[in-house]
């Protein structure tokens, strides 16, 4: 590792305006590169076995998974750009902060898909009487009402996700539309059903009509890995 006054040499007549810019502590003149810290980069999951699940396309499928992977990357991107700029010391700068609202909505729109895709494939439907449809037919009534609000929630325009929240604070389970990938959802809230309805879930095989698309994702809804989730 080079030491500030070897870096300079290195640099050359150069050296100042590199400094400037360069991975060192303001304040200590240390090496503060974020390529110090431990890899926690994410890696996008393999959903691959979903190909082939009734209602869905093969072509849907493929374009749906890139999309994901774009999400990790570009998490991946944000993290590394902000903790370079935090080790520069430029943090007061409107970049960082415009890099830092972004930074959830990147992360949301990684980690919904992956409850999304991982919320899809099952066959069997929900367990009547099991621990989910009890605590669904407490919140809601009945399971057929919290499905009714789930589906009306759903078909609601915009692009965004729907998700059946479980509030850890009450036990209570909630229906909340999310815009986008960051704005709606309840702090502290754990995502139980997942379901993404960005025109890029649907129109390639359904066109205008979610509702068609909403009652497929209900045909492959996988019930077990719905009810692991709750707290
Ligand atoms: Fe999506």
């Known amino acids: 590792m080079l030491k500030r006054r070897d870096f ?5 007549a150069g050296g100042a305006a590199v400094l400037a810019a360069g991975p060192f502590s303001r304040t ?14 994410y890696t996008a999951k393999d959903y691959g076995k979903l190909i082939g699940m009734a209602g869905f396309s093969e072509t849907l499928l493929k374009n749906h998974f890139t999309l994901y992977q774009g999400y990790v990357t570009n998490t991946n991107k944000v993290l590394d750009a902000l903790a370079q700029m935090a080790a520069d010391g430029k943090t007061a700068t409107p970049e960082y902060a415009e890099l830092k609202r972004r930074l959830g909505w990147e992360w949301n729109g990684m980690r919904l898909h992956e409850h999304y895709f991982e919320n899809l494939g099952g066959k069997a439907p929900l367990a009547a009487g099991g621990k989910l449809a009890k605590k669904v037919a407490e ?28 509030d850890t604070a009450s036990g209570r389970l909630i229906n ?9 959802h309840p702090a502290g809230g754990r995502p139980l059903l997942v379901m993404d309805v960005f025109e890029h879930a649907f129109m390639i095989d359904y066109g205008l009509k979610r509702a ?6 209900f045909k492959n809804i996988d019930w077990a890995a719905v009810e692991s989730r709750l707290k």
């Open 212 to 217: 068609d698309y909403i009652e497929a994702f």
């Open 139 to 166: 919140s809601f009534g009945s399971v057929e009402a919290w499905e009714k609000d789930f589906r009306a929630t759903g078909a609601m325009r915009g692009i965004g996700w729907v998700v059946l929240y479980e």
């Open 8 to 12: 300079l040499k290195v640099a050359g």
């Open 28 to 41: 200590t003149g240390t090496p503060t590169s974020p390529k110090e810290a431990p890899n926690m980069a």
């Open 176 to 184: 909340f539309w999310v815009n986008e990938h960051d704005a709606g």
